[in-house]
């Protein structure tokens, strides 16, 4: 194989790991937004035998703070925290992959042409001090 088929070969694979790496990251920032809904959000709280209480948002409370509010409110029971931690836990390790992956990808992109670049370059060099 000559070798700019195997640069364009190299520089194709290289997109492509940069493409996972902006997918990954595209997907933590949908975690990101997911989290933040679920906390910014109102929410209802169920309770037995009677209609569903319309709850503050989990980040503001009117009564108390976040995690006391209000006594014997139902709203206080029903925040579900951990399903906000878990999402944005997950976003986490996908946002580093995601990462990782873009700079790999873009870093070996950029040695690629910068090394197509010199051996251009040198081969100008020679060509010039032949004649």
């Not at 520089?11 to 940069?18: D, G, L, V």
């Not at 980040?59 to 925040?79: D, F, I, M």
């Not at 906000?84 to 996908?94: N, R, W």
């Not at 990808?105 to 197509?116: D, F, K, L, P, Q």
Request: with cysteine; hydrophobic share 45%.
């Amino acid at each position: 194989m000559r070798s700019d088929v195997y640069d364009m070969n190299f520089r194709i694979r290289s997109r492509r790991i940069q493409g996972w790496g902006v997918a990954l990251l595209a997907i933590a920032a949908v975690l990101w937004a997911w989290c933040g809904v679920l906390l910014a959000a109102p929410y209802e709280a169920e309770r037995a035998y009677l209609d569903p209480t319309e709850c503050e948002a989990r980040l503001t409370t009117e009564w108390g703070t976040v995690n006391n509010g209000k006594r014997r409110s139902p709203c206080g029971n029903e925040r579900d925290w951990p399903e906000a931690v878990a999402v944005l836990g997950l976003s986490v390790p996908v946002a580093v992959v995601g990462a990782m992956l873009f700079t790999s990808g873009a870093v070996r992109t950029r040695m690629s042409e910068h090394a197509a670049e010199i051996a251009r370059l040198n081969d100008a060099v020679d060509r010039s001090t032949r004649t």
